[in-house]
């Protein structure tokens, strides 16, 4: 199992202009999963939006939960190894259904977080401070996006999964 440290450093290895709000998220998908994503018009955004990723070759699962087997599925790379929409729809229908997301070990991972952030100084700590205050953190736990700086740089394209179940079907 990896160490939050240890995704936070690979975060920060492959991707440019992370801010605070995309630790957050990261950390937000590695406890509560896909189910957020998942409504009505899941499936018709996914499809538009892989139709219109371009295939590259990079990582395709990042895990992103140093606690529960969830990972970010990115598309473009699936793409490129010639994976179906459906296949990967399929991936986040079934993960949405593992029950994951439990508000306690959200603030333990934040404070875990603030302590690694403290350390390596990827944020100031007004900045974090600062964030925790407009968006009440953490005894409101919203949904957030992306920052508009990281998708900018790093035009992010995946879909949040959880593996869980395809460990349990190998045992």
Known sequence: M???QLIL?????RYKKIQVQDVY????QGVFGPKHF???KTRQNFYEEFEKAVPEKMIMFERVSP?????????KPYKYYKGTKEELFSLLEESAQIK???PNVFKVLWEQFKKINYEKNYFPVKKVMKFEKKYSIPEQLPVLHHSKKYRKANKPSYIVI????LHEDDN
């Open 9 to 13: 450093e690979e975060q920060f290895e």
């Open 67 to 75: 606690i529960f087997e969830i990972y970010r599925a990115n598309i």
């Open 38 to 40: 998942i409504c009505e």
């Open 25 to 28: 998220k990261l950390l937000y």
């Open 2 to 4: 990896k160490s939050l």
């Open 162 to 165: 959880n593996l869980q179940k």
């Open 100 to 102: 994951t997301g439990n």
